[in-house]
């Protein structure tokens, strides 16, 4: 039981290392909530996610009920990553955009704070994190750690 709980989370938090690296390049500072931020490269929920199907179909086997159930579970988080968070990141954006719009006062400051714009991710960050998810569990698998 331990690799199929480990693996995910190591490769999670590889996944979220890199991101905070890289936006502390970026941005010329370190900030703490950028560990859990949603979006920007790599996506550490599809590195958690390909991490898991990746260590069920090499323990279990691609046959088995179990890699089935990763799998499927794997596809809804991606597709959600790439498509629903996107798309609700556009909603915020013109929420954002009419909000702005309305005359400004400190009621419609408290009543609508703003959105995020950017919670999806590209399918090169998907990519990346998913090449992070595959080799986190194969070199587990590998080596037995």
């Known amino acids: 039981m331990v690799p199929y709980l480990i693996y995910p989370i190591i490769a999670f938090a590889l996944a979220q290392g890199t991101k905070v690296v890289l936006k502390s390049f970026r941005k010329k500072s370190f900030h703490w909530h950028d ?56 909603h915020g954006k013109t929420l954002n955009v009419l909000v702005k719009d309305l005359k400004e006062d400190d009621f419609l400051d408290r009543m609508y704070p703003k959105q995020l714009e950017h919670i999806g991710h590209t399918p090169m960050q998907v990519i990346i994190g998913a090449i992070i998810g595959i080799t986190v569990s194969l070199i587990g698998f590998c080596f037995g750690l």
């Open 35 to 90: 560990l859990f931020a949603y979006s920007d490269m790599p996506s550490g929920h599809t590195a958690t996610v390909t991490s898991l199907m990746m260590i069920v179909g090499l323990r279990d086997g691609i046959f088995s009920s179990s890699f089935a159930v990763a799998f499927v579970f794997m596809m809804i988080v991606i597709t959600d990553a790439i498509g629903l968070r996107n798309y609700l990141g556009q």
